[in-house]
C-alpha cells in the first residue's frame, strides 16, 4: 500500500494515467491526494474530475484553479478553457465532489507529519493555528454558499491579525493556502510575482517557515517555475509545469522518492 501525492494535473488527463501506469497504481490498495489545481489550462479538465469521482481513495487539496472552477459553475459563467466541466451532464456532480474538499491534509506516515496544501503555510501561524483556520474557511464557505465562494475571491486583506473579520481571515487563510509564494518580514503577500525570484524584501514562504520547530513537512504544488526544487528536505514542491510542457510528478509518503512523467503532448 503506498500513499502518493500527485503535482497540478491541470486537465493533463493522458499524463496523468501515463504517471498512474509507470507507479502501478491501484485503486484497491493505493490512496492518491492531489496537491489541487486539478483542473483548467489542459485539454480534458472534464476527464480528470471524472476519474477522481469515480475511483475511491482519491482526495484532493482545493487549489486555486478548482475555486475558480468552483465560482463559474455557481456563477452560470461561460468560460471557454473550461467547457467540457461547465457544459457536461455532469457538472452538479463536480461540483457536489470538489466543494467538499479540504484546504488542508494532515497525514502520519511512520512517525512523521505531512502537511499537503496547494499553495503554502506562512511563518506567523503555527501547524495547530493552521489547521484550525483551514477548518474554520472551510466551515465558512460551507455555511454560507454559495455566495461564500464570490466573497473570498481578492488579494486584500495583504497581512494577517487576529482582529480582522470572519470573512477578511477567511480570503487570507484562501490566499496563503492557494496562493501564496512570497513572503516579506511583516507577513504581508506578494500574490503577483509568479516567478522563483523574489522581489525586494520578499522571501520565498518556505524558506521563512521554521520547520524544525513544528517538526513537520509540507508537500505543495501551484508553483511551476520551482521545478520541484526547493533546497530544504521538508519542503516538497510537486508542481514542476505539466501543463507547461514539462512533467507531471508524484511523491510516494512512504518512501520519499519521486516519480515523474513527461507530458503528453496531446494534453496541451
Ligand atoms: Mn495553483
Not at 506516515?109 to 503554502?120: S, Y
Not at 509564494?181 to 518556505?206: C, P, Q, V, Y
Not at 510537486?238 to 503528453?264: M, P, Q, Y
Amino acid at each position: 500500500m503506498s500513499t502518493y501525492v500527485i503535482g497540478d494535473v491541470h486537465g493533463c488527463f493522458r499524463t496523468l494515467t501515463k504517471l498512474l501506469k509507470k507507479l502501478n497504481y491501484s485503486a484497491e490498495k493505493d490512496e492518491i491526494i492531489f496537491i489541487g489545481d486539478l483542473v483548467n489550462r489542459g485539454r480534458y479538465s472534464a476527464e480528470v474530475l471524472e476519474f477522481c469521482i469515480s475511483h475511491k481513495g482519491i482526495n484532493t487539496v482545493l487549489g486555486n484553479h478548482d475555486i475558480f472552477l468552483l465560482k463559474l459553475l455557481i456563477e452560470e459563467r461561460k468560460y471557454k478553457p473550461l467547457k467540457s466541466i461547465l457544459s457536461h451532464p455532469n457538472r452538479d456532480q463536480f461540483y457536489k465532489w470538489l466543494i467538499d474538499k479540504p484546504l488542508l491534509i494532515n497525514k502520519n506516515i511512520k512517525n512523521e507529519q505531512f502537511l499537503l496544501v496547494h499553495a503554502g503555510i506562512p511563518f506567523c501561524w503555527s501547524i495547530a493555528q493552521a489547521v484550525d483556520l483551514a477548518e474554520k474557511a472551510k466551515d465558512y464557505i460551507s455555511d454560507n454558499l454559495p455566495i461564500s465562494i464570490l466573497n473570498i475571491w481578492g488579494n486584500k486583506p495583504k497581512t494577517w491579525n487576529n482582529n480582522l473579520s470572519l470573512e477578511k481571515q477567511v480570503r487570507f487563510t484562501i490566499n496563503c493556502f492557494t496562493r501564496m509564494r512570497f513572503i516579506n518580514n511583516n507577513g504581508e503577500l506578494d500574490l503577483t510575482n509568479t516567478s522563483a525570484h523574489a522581489t525586494k524584501g520578499f522571501r520565498k514562504w518556505f524558506d521563512v517557515f521554521d520547520f524544525e520547530r513544528e517538526n513537520v513537512s509540507i508537500v505543495f504544488g501551484h508553483w511551476a517555475s520551482l521545478n520541484g526544487k526547493t533546497k530544504n528536505p521538508k519542503a516538497f514542491a510537486l508542481d514542476t509545469g505539466c501543463v507547461w510542457g514539462n512533467r507531471l510528478t508524484a511523491l510516494c509518503l512512504e518512501d520519499l522518492k519521486k516519480i515523474s512523467v513527461k507530458v503528453d503532448h496531446e494534453d496541451l
